[in-house]
């Protein structure tokens, strides 16, 4: 389980997309938390804030698991990784079930927001480095074949617990019964990922491989990247794209209701969750849909529409949204789809940049970004959402002033993409000697 285990002669590489798959799918149940809101807060008697609590957590711990477990998925490879993830994840529904089943919140924060979160940034990062081992040729599509089951997971999720919901019931106990079916499912589906995974072999023919490694190439280890302003650019880049995409999907459900409250054709529940699982079919059809395109037109360019075209269509949410539904679905859409571009596409911008060498240890570094975005997104709208219904406002009118500065990060995000140079020629070495040999260890014989 510690070392990478070595795809034998003839393994075909496209059996380790499905590997991946397994696991982006599970642990994209994050997605579906909006589902789990209403609930909650009425089971538990919390506000909006409150409820999102969990969520929020989780995603800070994905970026800081991520980051300082970055290496440790490098130098161990992908199985170690995955079984971490589904222990985490697995165990952390199992908390959250025992929380809720006693009415102690604390427990849902700690085993969906931090056991949990822990499984969301291992598991997350684990295929990174291999899939990108095995596709050089096609960076971009192989990282969103697998990234995409990661914002697909909500479309399974997001219909399968409001249905756990409908026929448990959405009183405590209900919800403590939905938490254990998803801990027990999630776990047996993530070993097919840990069973199948593979790595290839030094004697292994890759497709559009042009030499081991990264040899006569940029070869930039993680600690050098992190002093680079490059890693900085991208992790602004990253953070507001994120932020403008999680603050629509964290609330998903709430938003949409509050929006046509006051209309002639208000959104039901039933109705609600169909959007959260639409917006889930936009962020995974933006993975390998807008991540595929960047390998054709570059990653800067897609870059330029993820967050100029965004921020047009948080503008038309905040001026016309509430007056023609279609409208505000199909805005919403387009959004959640850069959001889920923009995560499928920086591995293969880093791999650009930095190249292969610990692309994946490089990657979670990168992913504080999302731990600091799932922390402003959820918080800058529902704050001011619950702010502005205390001051009496209603509607569209709850999240004009947050769609405002979702617009105003996109903007920055854009000028600092801009910014996006080569890495210096003094980067492109490998300084450490732990590094060194584990690359060393990294080449089988």
């Given at each position: 389980?510690?070392?990478?285990?070595?795809?034998?002669?003839?393994?075909?590489?496209?059996?380790?997309?499905?590997?991946?798959?397994?696991?982006?799918?599970?642990?994209?149940?994050?997605?579906?938390?909006?589902?789990?809101?209403?609930?909650?807060?009425?089971?538990?008697?919390?506000?909006?804030?409150?409820?999102?609590?969990?969520?929020?957590?989780?995603?800070?711990?994905?970026?800081?698991?991520?980051?300082?477990?970055?290496?440790?998925?490098?130098?161990?490879?992908?199985?170690?990784?995955?079984?971490?993830?589904?222990?985490?994840?697995?165990?952390?529904?199992?908390?959250?079930?025992?929380?809720?089943?006693?009415?102690?919140?604390?427990?849902?924060?700690?085993?969906?927001?931090?056991?949990?979160?822990?499984?969301?940034?291992?598991?997350?990062?684990?295929?990174?480095?291999?899939?990108?081992?095995?596709?050089?040729?096609?960076?971009?599509?192989?990282?969103?074949?697998?990234?995409?089951?990661?914002?697909?997971?909500?479309?399974?999720?997001?219909?399968?617990?409001?249905?756990?919901?409908?026929?448990?019931?959405?009183?405590?106990?209900?919800?403590?019964?939905?938490?254990?079916?998803?801990?027990?499912?999630?776990?047996?589906?993530?070993?097919l990922g840990v069973l199948l995974v593979r790595v290839p072999g030094a004697g292994t023919p890759v497709a559009g491989a042009s030499g081991p490694g990264d040899a006569g190439g940029v070869r930039v280890s993680a600690r050098s990247a992190v002093r680079t302003p490059q890693f900085w650019l991208l992790w602004v880049v990253l953070c507001t794209n994120v932020t403008a995409g999680i603050g629509i999907l964290e609330k998903a459900a709430p938003m949409i209701t509050?929006?046509?409250?006051?209309?002639s054709t208000p959104v039901s529940a039933s109705a609600a969750a169909g959007f959260v699982a639409l917006l889930s079919a936009a962020n995974m059809a933006g993975r390998i849909g807008w991540s595929s395109a960047s390998d054709r037109i570059g990653r800067k360019n897609i870059y330029r529409v993820y967050l100029g075209v965004g921020a047009l269509m948080y503008l038309l949410i905040a001026l016309f949204g509430d007056s023609a539904k279609p409208l505000f679905v199909l805005c919403a859409l387009v959004v959640l789809s850069f959001y889920g571009g923009g995560f499928a596409t920086v591995p293969a911008y880093l791999k650009d940049l930095f190249g292969t060498y610990q692309v994946g240890a490089i990657h979670g570094r990168l992913l504080t970004a999302w731990s600091t975005a799932g922390v402003?997104?959820?918080?800058?709208?529902?704050?001011?959402?619950?702010?502005?219904?205390?001051?009496?406002?209603?509607?569209?009118?709850?999240?004009?002033?947050?769609?405002?500065?979702?617009?105003?990060?996109?903007?920055?995000?854009?000028?600092?993409?801009?910014?996006?140079?080569?890495?210096?020629?003094?980067?492109?070495?490998?300084?450490?000697?732990?590094e060194a040999a584990d690359d060393q260890r990294q080449q089988p014989a």
């Open positions: 389980m510690s070392s990478p285990p070595l795809a034998p002669p003839g393994w075909s590489r496209w059996l380790v997309p499905p590997a991946a798959l397994s696991v982006h799918l599970s642990i994209g149940q994050a997605y579906a938390w909006s589902v789990f809101k209403p609930p909650l807060e009425s089971a538990l008697h919390l506000d909006g804030t409150e409820s999102a609590l969990p969520f929020q957590l989780a995603i800070v711990m994905l970026g800081l698991s991520a980051a300082f477990g970055g290496t440790l998925v490098e130098r161990n490879g992908p199985r170690w990784a995955m079984t971490v993830a589904l222990v985490c994840f697995s165990s952390g529904f199992l908390i959250s079930a025992l929380g809720a089943e006693t009415k102690q919140y604390w427990l849902i924060v700690l085993g969906y927001g931090f056991v949990g979160g822990i499984g969301l940034g291992i598991g997350y990062i684990s295929p990174v480095s291999t899939l990108i081992k095995w596709f050089p040729d096609r960076p971009g599509m192989a990282t969103g074949i697998a990234i995409m089951g990661f914002g697909g997971g909500a479309l399974i999720a997001s219909p399968w617990s409001a249905q756990m919901l409908s026929s448990f019931g959405s009183d405590n106990d209900g919800i403590a019964l939905a938490f254990l079916v998803h801990g027990l499912s999630y776990a047996v589906f993530m070993a509050d929006f046509f409250a006051d209309s402003l997104g959820p918080l800058i709208v529902n704050w001011i959402a619950d702010r502005q219904k205390g001051a009496g406002k209603h509607g569209a009118s709850l999240y004009t002033l947050s769609f405002g500065i979702m617009i105003g990060l996109l903007v920055i995000g854009f000028v600092a993409n801009e910014f996006v140079r080569p890495v210096h020629v003094r980067h492109h070495h490998v300084p450490a000697p732990r």
